[in-house]
């Protein structure tokens, strides 16, 4: 599928989803659009994704594409009217739009009527389907490993690690699928539940249900986690993903240096083995999952001098293999992961 | 308050809501509704809660009534057209009606304007207020003592231990309130946020915005706790309001005997030492909340030697005093409890 990314004004600093969608989706992306910088190229800006133009707007996208996708977010979630003709052209040109907005693209009136007109799909990916429920308690009977990432805190490369550890572990041969829970994966896989927007009695059933769908078509499943077990506010969705995915092994996500809930300062980090405690200890009951790995996020160190001591004193500390999956590759993770 | 209770063909046995309303709130109940026991009294079927006459709907209730309450759900929630000639009366009369359905009677058209006709209010407990959020963090900074009911299920008992210890307190003296968090919680109180209808990412916030509302007007909070922290479908809850209410004690409520998840069986129930373990290590990080006491729910007990010595034994394998709140009451818990 071919694909313009909408990122007006934020590309690359403060345009998380078009990065993850430039960096592992499967999409052609044909533009990139940000009237900041348009007449550069991706490349001027990032090394490490698939290359694009930069332009203006819709109208000087010139290939085919079958889709815009907004790939940023002002605070709040809300759609910026400044972006409305470049939505409207895109319909009007017969290309879906896909939204991870917190303002319903199909709500929209021009946008639902200039959609039915075009014959094209709005996909509000924040959007929870109708048929989710409560969970049944079976995602353990499926055939995959199911493989989880859970964190110290939001915010510390969970999605990214899953991401990595999917890429790398089809690229060395094994049948392995991203079970993506927020809206940046739900973009970059084309399907999945966003769990932080669902009914709360349904948190675990609307992973369970992912887990059902794929746990038969794959070898390994890898679960984008979201929060952490002790986040002020977002403890329940990882707990619900924890106890829906029925997980057999964890990967413990952690930021270097970091010490206390970002936003939430009053609370400090726990040590690394209470959370290996406080999330074994969870999932013991239901699924008796390990944590197998450990994930450092360690981009903001310089130096990689620095960054591998960081890491070897998070996998003494952990007492599993760990790596920066960025900056150290994904190797030792995935022979402790894989079998 | 004055009001009417619709119980049809489930009073008392299947009517969860109306008997908690008769046995808790403050209203003064002036019938309820059973075509199948018209005629008889609330008092012949149930001694320990306030009487009243049953009648065969709406046409029958003599006394004047603010309210219209409907008090069973059927499997699925949904609204039972049999019943829309006594919400159509009380409408007409001018009556509020309050409804935990999953199906919204304020989106009912015929009910909607009856409703603006007569200037009366259609009150879905079950739809969670627009403004709810993510949580700050801050419910421990509240004066009050956060007293949490935590269980080893569903349905062991928790909002009616929680009732029982807020009135003894509040007869013994203390100033106490109760949190609701569920759909007869919140129409026995008359107020409050349906924790399990809510947003996942509201869970906690949902839960301290209840918790900021009253925790300077009380010296005690009773907030009743929902599912349990290993429940295959409900443990976000849970976990969501042991985080968002930052409790300070915890009371753990379990049902003799239980041995498997309800619904679940092929979960068994942890020992309770894992329990106290699993919600003490879970809240250390944000309130350090600890079980002070135990509520055992011994209802299928028929014999009360049988039940007493079933509560020696939690006693004993809690560590902490216990009790059957309704059959021995609730003074070694609030000793325990109360400062």
């Known amino acids: 599928m071919q694909i313009a990314i909408l990122a007006h004004e934020k590309f690359p600093g ?21 009237r900041d910088s348009a007449g550069d ?24 594409v079958d889709a815009l996708l907004i790939g940023i977010a002002p605070i709040g979630g809300g759609f910026d009217e400044s972006w409305r003709d470049d939505v ?14 917190h303002y319903f693209l199909e709500e929209d009136e021009e946008f639902a009527a200039l959609a039915a007109e075009n014959d094209c799909e709005l996909w509000d990916v924040r959007k929870p389907h109708d048929e989710l429920t409560v969970a049944d308690g079976v995602a353990g009977d499926v055939d995959a490993e199911v493989i989880l990432t859970v964190g110290t805190d939001c915010s510390v490369g969970k999605m990214t690690v899953s991401m990595e550890l999917a890429r790398d572990a089809r690229e060395a041969g094994y049948d392995a699928a991203v079970i993506p829970t927020g809206q940046t994966g739900i973009m970059i896989e084309g399907w999945g539940n966003p769990i932080d927007r669902v009914v709360s009695d349904f948190t675990a059933g609307a992973v369970e249900e992912m887990i059902v769908e794929k746990g038969d078509e794959h070898d390994y499943l890898f679960v984008e986690g979201q929060g952490s077990i002790v986040h002020p506010a977002y403890s329940a969705v990882t707990c619900g993903i924890l106890h829906g995915s029925m997980a057999d092994q964890l990967v413990l996500c952690q ?6 809930i970002h936003g939430y300062e009053s609370f400090e980090i726990p040590s690394i083995p209470s ?9 013991e ?40 999956v960025i900056r150290f590759g994904t190797d030792d993770l995935l022979e402790a992961l894989l079998e």
């Open 14 to 34: 403060r345009a998380k989803t078009a990065l993850g969608v430039l960096r592992y989706a499967d999409y052609d992306v044909e533009a990139v659009l940000d």
């Open 41 to 64: 190229r991706v490349a001027d800006h990032v090394s490490d994704v698939q290359d694009a133009p930069i332009v203006a707007g819709m109208d000087d996208v010139d290939a085919d």
């Open 88 to 101: 409207r052209t895109a319909l009007e040109r017969g290309c879906d739009v896909i939204s991870g907005l």
């Open 255 to 260: 930021e270097a240096g970091k010490e206390a």
């Open 275 to 283: 959370y290996v405690d406080l999330y074994e200890d969870l999932a």
């Open 285 to 324: 009951p239901l699924s008796d999952a390990t944590i197998t790995a450990g994930a450092l996020n360690t981009s903001h160190l310089e130096d990689d001098e620095e960054a591998r001591r960081a890491v070897d004193e998070y996998v003494e500390t952990l007492g599993a293999p760990a790596s920066d």
